[in-house]
């Protein structure tokens, strides 16, 4: 059965929290600051916080120049804290670095450019947090620094469904229609939708009373835009007969009546 869903829609702000880790330069600890914007790896309320085998990737680039000093360094975090492969350091010229960050980390990343593609099942373990990415940079460290701050924002969108159902029902999974992939862009912080990528079901995942997916911001054509299904096998779906804009750091929360 099909039944057309009412909604409202609200955007969220950004809060932040910092996170610290050490590394060496020449032999002298150097504080890195890793500032948390309103990160999703774990959501408990609106505070979102990493855990334990988040891992991050860090890029250093002499500045100036597109030298590559430091190529994909895996920092790892564990038991409250973060540690990585090997320690970072200034080159011995005392040349300075910008440095570039990014979550979740890619394996064998061999450019400041690649690809993103959300989960297509976010109710899945590490799906959800899996498919929330982050960028941070900071253009300005220099040798003397006591401290490198590295602030994540969040690139994608985040979408909430409150759904009401009929007496009696109950809720197997809700998903959301959106293309899944971005193009990121380390130097710039940009993760720009595929334009040319298909719009596919995203399963969301449940958190409490409502249900969460992120995708990159877009903007989701008229049609079918969410489907409800139930524990009975029945069918409820959302339409919309303009486009919804999806925006990249906030949060959109839908409220999707299919009570009547």
Known sequence: MGLLCVFAAMAASC???LVEDALVQDGK????????????????????????NDEIGIVGLKRGTEDVIHKN???QYAGGKWGAEYSITFPVDGSTLNFYAYYPFVANLESTTFDFTVAADQSVAGGYNQSDLLLAKNETANVEDTSITLTFVHKLALVEANVILPAGAEIESVSLRAKRTATVDLLNQTAVVKADADAEFVTMAKAENVFRAVVPAQSVESGKMFRVLTTDGGAYWYK???SEEL????ITTFTIDCSN
């Not at 925006?247 to 906030?250: A, D, S, T």
């Open 73 to 75: 360094l895996n920092y």
């Open 247 to 250: 925006v990249e750091n906030k």
């Open 29 to 52: 600890e150097v504080v890195f600051n890793f500032g948390i914007s309103q990160t999703r790896t774990l959501t408990e309320g609106k505070k979102t916080v990493f855990i334990d």
């Open 15 to 17: 809060s932040q929290e």
């Open 240 to 242: 919309t007969t303009v």
